[in-house]
Antibody, heavy 121, light 106 residues
Framework: EVQLVESGGGLVKPGGSLRLSCAAS????????MNWVRQAPGKGLEWVSS????????YYADSVQGRFTISRDNAKNSLYLQMNSLRAEDTAVYYC??????????????WGQGTLVTVSS | IQLTQSPSFLSASVGDRVTITCRAS??????LAWYQQKPGKAPELLIY???SLQSGVPSRFSGSGSGTDFTLTISSLQPEDFATYYC?????????FGQGTKVEIK
């Protein structure tokens, strides 16, 4: 069974930093592209970042480019999101998500339960 | 690529036929997915590519379209279908979502 478990969320002041982690199990982690998607309270889904299976390709939303860094450790079956220079508008539930299968142009097939990041003074 | 869903909110009764549209600001071939999200839960994939029902999704759901105009149809709305629906384009990065369509009980 595919499992994605996020951790690292919490309350942080504007301008601060936070590192999210996602522990993956139940599949060959090193074979799949991974994603972070966020959802502000009461709002819609926003794609944040994607990373290919070998970390060769990395993409970011314009809203986080230059502030967030996605990475992965295939030996530890883990995905990370380093978030710097946080702003109030980064407040959201952050989901770790796996592509449905291996390949290109694929949607998200599996989601974690999400971790809440609150940016407030 | 911008995705515009309509309507943003829909009030319907059990048994109604419901149609949600998603318009892309430029052509995305059939690289469009539909997700369903219930309160407090992660989204679930319903349809991808634009007209292919995912395994386990009830046949009352269907999708159509290519290029810039897409639709999600629920042929006979069931109580468990009251949720928010999102489209997402997979053609290029950033992989934008539509703003969502909330389907509520009339």
């Amino acid at each position: 069974e595919v499992q994605l478990v996020e951790s690292g969320g919490g309350l942080v002041k504007p301008g601060g930093s936070l590192r999210l982690s996602c522990a993956a199990s139940g599949f060959s982690f090193s074979s799949y592209s991974m994603n972070w998607v966020r959802q502000a309270p009461g709002k819609g889904l926003e794609w944040v970042s994607s990373i290919s299976s070998s970390s060769s390709y990395i993409y970011y939303a314009d809203s986080v480019q230059g502030r967030f860094t996605i990475s992965r450790d295939n030996a530890k079956n883990s995905l990370y999101l380093q978030m710097n220079s946080l702003r109030a508008e980064d407040t959201a539930v952050y989901y770790c998500a796996r592509d449905k299968s291996r390949g290109n142009y694929l949607p998200i097939g599996y989601w974690g339960q999400g971790t809440l990041v609150t940016v407030s003074s | 690529i911008q995705l515009t869903q309509s309507p943003s909110f829909l009030s319907a009764s059990v048994g109604d036929r419901v149609t949600i549209t998603c318009r892309a600001s430029q052509g995305i071939s059939s690289y469009l997915a539909w997700y369903q999200q219930k309160p407090g839960k992660a989204p679930e994939l319903l349809i991808y590519p634009s007209s292919s029902l995912q395994s386990g999704v009830p046949s009352r759901f269907s999708g159509s379209g290519s290029g810039t105009d897409f639709t999600l149809t629920i042929s006979s709305l069931q109580p468990e279908d009251f949720a928010t629906y999102y489209c997402q384009q997979l053609n290029t990065y950033p992989r934008t979502f539509g703003q969502g369509t909330k389907v509520e009980i009339k």
